[in-house]
């Protein structure tokens, strides 16, 4: 692989994976569809980009899962009846094989939708105390929890971009406390992904090491600045923009087909 990416590209390569890896970490996101567009500009095989993505991934929602963690903004009751479903959900998502590209077009119309919403309603973005009454969280969050692996695990991304919009949404936690699952969610189902779609492509260590090292320096910055110095209002519309990058990026895949 590293026969067919020139030494000066891959040092370009760096800085992008790290500002990709800063700027998704800071809302939680791990960076996929941003790790993506860049090894296609710079000419990876398409076979070794997916396992990539996902393995830089799982370095950088570490990070930010770790970060976050230690400071307590994980909300596990609100975030378990998420997960559990979302788990066996992924595995059975990457197994799917279909068309994607009337599923990347609607994907491209929710994101954005979701994106809007949000920039809204950043104004009033805040940390919230309490939990929703326990029925409305089984309700909703099993069913989401559901559809949100599925897709996940069929598109081989995280989910974060998926879970954020939702909970965000209904009022049920701030855009710290989002984050904050959003890392863990995306830490779980890209591991539990990735174990489904399996490594279609060999992983050149002189390549993945520089940009793992690259993702792990990102991530934790952008978790720690998320922590220490946005605003929750600042948060949510960075997280509005990257849901609207993502929104972007699915619409190019409808369009190329």
Same mark, same amino acid.
């Given at each position: 692989?590293?026969d067919?990416?020139p ?9 992008l994976v790290?500002?990709v +890896?800063?700027?998704y970490?800071?809302?939680g996101l ?6 993506l ?5 710079a ?7 997916i396992?990539?993505?996902?393995m830089l991934?799982?370095?950088v929602t570490?990070?930010?899962?770790l970060?976050?963690g230690?400071a ?6 609100l975030?378990?009846?998420?997960l559990? *479903?979302a788990?066996p959900?992924?595995?059975l998502?990457?197994l799917i094989?279909?068309?994607? /590209? ?5 994907l491209a119309c929710?994101?954005a !939708?979701?994106a809007?919403?949000?920039?809204i309603?950043?104004?009033q +973005? /805040? ?8 029925h409305?969280?089984?309700?909703i ?8 692996g599925?897709?996940s ?11 954020g919009?939702?909970?965000l949404f209904?009022?049920? +936690?701030? *855009?710290?406390?989002?984050a904050a699952?959003?890392?863990? !969610?995306?830490?779980i189902?890209s ?7 399996? !490594? ?8 993945m090491l520089p940009?793992?090292? +690259?993702?792990l320096?990102?991530g934790?910055?952008g978790?720690?600045?998320?922590e220490?110095?946005?605003?929750s /209002?600042?948060l /949510? ?7 609207l990058?993502?929104a972007?990026k699915?619409?190019?895949?409808? !369009?190329?087909?």
């Amino acid at each position: 692989m590293t026969d067919a990416l020139p030494l000066d590209l891959l040092w370009l390569l760096i800085p992008l994976v790290l500002l990709v +890896a800063g700027a998704y970490a800071s809302v939680g996101l791990g960076g996929g569809t941003g790790y993506l567009a860049i090894m296609t500009l710079a000419g990876l095989p398409a076979a070794a980009m997916i396992p990539t993505a996902l393995m830089l991934n799982l370095v950088v929602t570490g990070a930010a899962a770790l970060r976050f963690g230690l400071a307590g903004r994980i909300k596990w009751p609100l975030f378990l009846p998420f997960l559990l *479903p979302a788990m066996p959900a992924a595995f059975l998502g990457g197994l799917i094989t279909a068309d994607k /590209q009337i599923f990347f077009a609607l994907l491209a119309c929710v994101l954005a !939708l979701a994106a809007i919403a949000m920039l809204i309603k950043a104004p009033q +973005a /805040q940390e919230r105390e309490g939990l929703p009454e326990r029925h409305w969280l089984y309700l909703i969050g099993i069913p989401a929890g559901l559809v949100v692996g599925v897709i996940s695990g069929f598109l081989g991304v995280g989910g974060g971009v998926f879970l954020g919009p939702i909970v965000l949404f209904l009022g049920w +936690a701030g *855009p710290k406390q989002v984050a904050a699952m959003n890392s863990t !969610l995306i830490l779980i189902l890209s591991a539990i992904a990735l174990a489904a779609h399996g !490594l279609k492509g060999a992983i050149e260590p002189m390549l993945m090491l520089p940009l793992a090292a +690259a993702a792990l320096v990102g991530g934790l910055i952008g978790a720690s600045l998320a922590e220490r110095k946005l605003s929750s /209002q600042a948060l /949510q519309r960075m997280f509005a923009v990257i849901i609207l990058v993502a929104a972007a990026k699915a619409a190019y895949d409808a !369009l190329a087909g």
